[in-house]
């Protein structure tokens, strides 16, 4: 079955980083497109960032130029690098892969100090 593992969230004071993981299985990861997703306490899911099969990205407006989504197709593995983090940061971090429907992984947290 389908299967997303976050890893890499933690505790980090503003100005810092953190390099966020997602292994997945379950499913042809070379050939489909690989989001991060956050959501903060009391609102709603949003993207932050995705990548294509063939590298290509996307970022929300509130992260570009600070986060930078990459993948390994041999290893099944998608990364967030996120510098320069800010208060408002602090969300739980979803990878996600739409394929029949939406799947998720259980989520990582980061929680930013201002």
């Known amino acids: 079955q389908v299967q997303l593992v976050e890893s890499g969230g933690g505790l980090v004071q503003a100005g810092g980083s953190l390099r966020l993981s997602c292994a997945a299985s379950?499913?042809?990861?070379?050939?489909?497109?690989m989001g991060w997703y956050r959501q903060a306490l009391g609102k709603q899911r949003e993207l932050v960032a995705t990548?294509?099969?063939?590298?290509?990205?996307n970022y929300a407006d509130s992260v570009k130029g600070r986060f930078t989504i990459s993948r390994d197709n041999a290893k099944k593995m998608v990364y967030l690098q996120m510098n320069s983090l800010k208060a408002e940061d602090t969300a739980v971090y979803y990878c996600?892969?739409?394929?029949?429907?939406?799947?998720w992984g259980q989520g990582t947290q980061v929680t930013v100090s201002s």
């Open positions: 996600n892969v739409k394929l029949n429907r939406d799947y």
């Open positions: 990548v294509t099969t063939g590298g290509s990205t």
């Open positions: 379950g499913f042809i990861f070379s050939i489909n497109k």
